[in-house]
C-alpha cells in the first residue's frame, strides 16, 4: 500500500506512521527525518539544508524530491511505504505523480492549539528518533528512550520561533494541497485530536474500505 501522511507540524505524522509500517510491514519515510539524518552526519546534504531546518522554512523542492526519488529506488519499497511529510507543495506532489501511483492520501485534521502543545512538550531520541511527549507519551524514566535508552532531545525547529513559522508556511505552501488531492479523489480526513490508539483505529479502518 502506498501511502502518503499529510497534515500540519505536530499533527502526529511521525507518531502514527511508526505504529502502522510496523503493522502494515512498509518502510515509513519523512523526509524531515532524512534531512535530519543527513544533518547529523554532516553530509553533504546536510550541510545544504541545516539552517532551512531550523529555521522552519521549506528545503527547496528539487533538493527534496531527487531525495524522495532516490529513496523509492530502494527494494524495501516494493511492496509499499508510508510517505511522511512529502509532499508539501503541489511542485512536489506533480512529481511524485510521475513517480508513483499512490493508494491514499491521509489527512490529520488538528487545531492549532493542539498542534503547539504536542510541538512544544516534544522529545526525540538522538539516538533513534523514537517520538515522546512530556506529558501525552512521557518516556519511563525521565529523559530516556522507551525504545533504545537513548538520551531525550528537544528537535531545534522545537523553539518557539520555529513553530510559529512552520505553521505559517503550512498554511501558505502546503495546505493549498488540500484542494489538489480532493480533485484526485485520494484523500482521506482522519480527526488527529484523539490520542494515538484511537487515531491508529481510525486510520486502518478508513484503509479496510479501500480493500
Ligand atoms: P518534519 O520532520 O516532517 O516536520 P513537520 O512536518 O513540521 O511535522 P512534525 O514532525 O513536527 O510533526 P508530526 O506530524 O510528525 O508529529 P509527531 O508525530 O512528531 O519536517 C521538518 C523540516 O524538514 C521542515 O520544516 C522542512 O524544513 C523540512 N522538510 C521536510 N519535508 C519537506 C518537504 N516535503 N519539502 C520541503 N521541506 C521539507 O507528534 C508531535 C508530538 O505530539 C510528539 O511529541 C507526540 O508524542 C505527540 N503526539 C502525536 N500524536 C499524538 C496524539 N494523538 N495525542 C497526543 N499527543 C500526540
Ligand atoms: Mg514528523
Redesign the pocket.
Known sequence: MKLV?F???????????VKLAEKLGIPHI????L??AAIKNQTDLGKK?KQ??D???????EL?VDL?RERLTAKDTNSGYIL??????IP?AEALAGITELDAVIN?EVSDE?LIK??S????CSSCGF???VE??PPKHEGICDRCGGKLIQ?E??SETSIRK?LS??QNQTAPLLGYYEKTGLMIDID?????A??LSSVTAALEHLK
Request: a positive charge; glycine letters at 14%; charged letters at 20%.
Open positions: 501522511f497534515g500540519p507540524p505536530g499533527a502526529g505524522k511521525g507518531t502514527i506512521a519523512s523526509t524531515g527525518d534531512f535530519r539544508v532551512i531546518l529555521s522552519g522554512a521549506l528545503v527547496p523542492d527534496t524522495v511522511d511529510g512529502f509532499p508539501r507543495t512536489q490529520f493542539i504536542r510541538l512538550g516534544r522529545r526525540i517520538i515522546h511527549h501525552f507519551q528537535r525547529d522545537d512552520r508556511v503550512y488527529g485530536a484523539p490520542a494515538p484511537e487515531v
